[in-house]
């Protein structure tokens, strides 16, 4: 079956053809690290994950590269202000690579508490400071870069196609150039290199053919992802909010540098939102993961509330509809912890739930298809099926909640058991009373009682 993939370069639904048959190389914009990440900034991630498995789903061989931006990126996307990192450090008291290295630690947790698929290769920008000068000695050789008192600057009218990722106005983006630009010559130009102001005064500098100083944010993704994927590759992921300036930049540097297609593939994750409005790690971020496991959900409930509302959509967040997904989320696991497998695949659902994922993927509306075959009481095959589709959710739905049955049910249920051996119904019913009282269900089955914690009134886990 075909994939369809939305490209925000060409703003159309395309069919996914990657440059080596049978392999996708991919590329995902990756954390900050100077603070935790939220879970605005994790539904991009879910997004990325999604699509990975989507991949891996329809037979790719998925090569994966994050990056960690540990050093360069500056709190104005202007070229300006301060290091994140460092500022981080000054604040807190210690070394950048601590902090770094903190909340990159931090990030992979919540990886795993979300069953997010780890990028076969993690980059961290401060590993690849030679690659990144090594590219821009190649801009600089074909004359796309100039000097100002504070760095070294891509020129954007030398690029022939700048902008055409975001579909910018350049005219009208450069129409009284002149303000606030400093000693830029265009608006839209952008940092490669920055000087140190003094040397000794930042924690992370480098030495260049330049002058002492540190990396811009944009040229580390180019020079990671084509040292680890090539010059052309498949696949590129972010939030919407890259699309007009980091990765209209690293595709013009990209591009400059190399002469050839950047990526093939643009693929956007629209934001979580909070009361209309995006959520930011400047406004103080809303949740983190940790933070909503601490008021009592569990990070796959904000997983499967992420799966109801399609990527390229904005998706509000409130406890509401949290409560709301972790609701459903229980009551489908519920349902399948009952199911048994009867060894057969239902084809008529996965048909169904593969031509939902492979256009563009809507993965909404392959959850309504995984409802349905639960709901639908004659459908063969319920297992396998749930199984599959669940290699693209991610949704552990088959995993079995351990849980730990307390001491003092335990002994009630052996005093029942002995009741019911010399059949006194009577008993054996008062104490399945009790119990159910604290809390927890007896079913008697041919391998003995089953025992089980209710959630509520109605709702057996
Ligand atoms: P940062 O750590 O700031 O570089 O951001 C990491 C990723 O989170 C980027 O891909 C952003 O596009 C994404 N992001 C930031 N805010 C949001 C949000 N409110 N919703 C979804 N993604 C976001
Ligand atoms: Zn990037």
């Not at 931090?106 to 400071?129: G, M, S």
């Not at 580390?220 to 919407?240: Q, R």
């Not at 297992?383 to 991610?394: A, N, S």
């Amino acid at each position: 079956m075909e994939l369809k993939l939305y490209n925000t370069l060409t703003r159309r639904k395309e069919v996914f053809k990657p440059i080596h048959k049978g392999h996708v190389g991919m590329y995902s914009c990756g954390p900050t690290v100077y603070w935790y990440q939220h879970i605005g900034n994790l539904r991009t991630y879910i997004f990325s994950d999604i699509l990975k498995r989507v991949l891996i789903y329809n037979k790719y061989k998925v090569r994966h590269v994050m990056n960690v931006t540990d050093v360069g990126h500056l709190t104005s996307d202007a070229d300006e202000g301060e290091d994140k990192i460092e500022k981080a450090a000054r604040k807190e008291g210690k070394k950048a690579e601590d902090i770094a290295s903190y909340y990159w630690k931090v990030f992979r947790e919540d990886f795993k508490k979300l069953n997010i698929i780890e990028p076969d290769i993690w980059t961290k920008a401060t590993e690849y400071i030679k690659e990144q000068i090594e590219l821009i000695k190649k801009l600089e050789e074909k004359r796309y870069t100039y000097r100002t008192s504070d760095g070294i600057y891509f020129d954007t009218s030398k690029f022939k196609d700048y902008g055409k990722l975001a579909r910018l106005n350049i005219k009208g983006l450069q129409a009284g150039k002149r303000v606030g630009i400093g000693e830029k010559r265009n608006k839209t130009d952008f940092a490669l290199w920055k000087f140190s102001e003094k040397p000794g005064l930042r924690q992370q500098e480098w030495d260049s053919p330049w002058g002492v100083g540190f990396p811009g944010w944009h040229i580390e993704c180019s020079a990671m992802s084509m040292k680890h994927l090539g010059e052309t590759f498949d696949i590129h992921t972010g939030g919407i909010d890259h699309i007009p300036i980091h990765h209209t930049n690293e595709i013009a540097q990209s591009e400059a540098a190399t002469g050839k297609k950047f990526v093939n593939y643009w693929l956007h994750g629209n934001f979580l939102t909070f009361r209309g409005e995006k959520v930011a790690k400047s406004k103080g971020g809303l949740y983190t993961v940790s933070e909503l496991e601490k008021i009592g959900f569990a990070p796959m409930d904000y997983r499967y509330l992420c799966l109801t509302t399609h990527y390229r959509k904005p998706l509000n967040f409130s406890i509401k509809n949290l409560k709301s997904a972790k609701n459903s989320y229980q009551r489908l696991k519920n349902i399948i912890s009952e199911i048994e497998d009867d060894g057969k695949i239902n084809k008529k659902y996965l048909r169904e739930f593969e031509k939902a994922i492979n256009d563009d993927l809507e993965i909404p509306n392959a959850l309504q298809v995984l409802w349905n075959l639960v709901r639908d009481e004659k459908a063969e095959g319920k297992y396998r099926t749930i199984k599959k589709m669940d290699e693209v959710f991610g949704l552990d739905l088959l995993k079995k909640e351990e849980i730990k049955i307390p001491n003092e049910i335990m002994e009630f249920v052996e005093e029942r058991e002995k009741a019911r051996k010399s059949k006194n119904w009577k008993k054996s019913d008062e104490i399945r009373e009790k119990i159910k009282s604290l809390g927890y269900w007896v079913d008697d089955t041919d391998k003995g009682p089953v025992i089980k914690k209710l959630q509520n009134e109605n709702n057996i886990q």
